[in-house]
């Protein structure tokens, strides 16, 4: 899936070169695709990202979050 998909480790290089407001897992555990089991890419990602990151959010099957309190910024 690598083409298409980045790894949890890239996901994390990618979240700290950009450094946005907060970046969201999308795509995992949904469907029998790859060769990872359905919670391996989660735990990945936590390792990848350690105690340094808290703006990564791992949503849980059909759980939302509130976007409303999140600053953007025009910074260009």
């Known amino acids: 899936m690598h083409p298409v998909h980045l790894s949890p480790e890239e996901a994390v290089k990618v979240h700290q070169l950009l ?6 897992a ?3 555990g949904t469907f029998a695709l790859g060769d990872d089991g359905e919670v ?3 735990r990945e990602l936590q390792k ?8 990564f959010w791992v949503l849980e099957h059909g759980e939302g979050r509130d976007l409303v309190n999140l600053v953007v910024s025009d910074e260009n």
């Open 19 to 24: 450094r946005p407001n907060v970046s969201v």
């Open 48 to 55: 990848a990202l350690g105690n340094q990151i808290s703006n």
């Open 40 to 42: 391996e890419p989660v």
């Open 26 to 28: 999308i795509h995992f």
